[in-house]
Nanobody, 116 residues
Framework: QVQLVESGGGLVQAGGSLRLACEVS????????MGWYRQAPGKQRESVAT???????NYADSVKGRFTISRDSAKNVLYLQMNSLKAEDTAVYYC??????????WGQGTQVTVSS
């Protein structure tokens, strides 16, 4: 059983910063990709940032230069550093992992609210 638990969400003013963390536990020894996704009210879930097993990263155009994805493989934690936050970044943020058998795992989500 693989579990992903996000933390670090909250309410922040525009221009502020937050760091999200996703703790991965359970029987997973390697992965194809890990990432952060978000879903705003009335919108579809979208990819924010991903990182593959080689450490290559990919970002949505809307967050490039502001967000940074990273992982601590020793602690099995995935991070998302979010700087210069905007009101349009308000959403529920989800952690995702795709294992080497291409199974998808999701966390329960953490709310990020940016006040303008």
């Amino acid at each position: 059983q693989v579990q992903l638990v996000e933390s670090g969400g909250g309410l922040v003013q525009a221009g502020g910063s937050l760091r999200l963390a996703c703790e991965v536990s359970g029987r997973i020894f390697s992965f194809n990709a890990m990432g952060w996704y978000r879903q705003a009210p009335g919108k579809q879930r979208e990819s924010v940032a991903t990182i593959d097993s080689a450490g290559r990263t990919n970002y949505a155009d809307s967050v490039k230069g502001r967000f940074t994805i990273s992982r601590d493989s020793a602690k099995n934690v995935l991070y998302l550093q979010m700087n210069s936050l905007k009101a349009e970044d308000t959403a529920v943020y989800y952690c995702n992992i795709i294992d080497t058998d291409y199974r998808n795992y999701w966390g329960q989500g953490t709310q990020v609210t940016v006040s303008s």
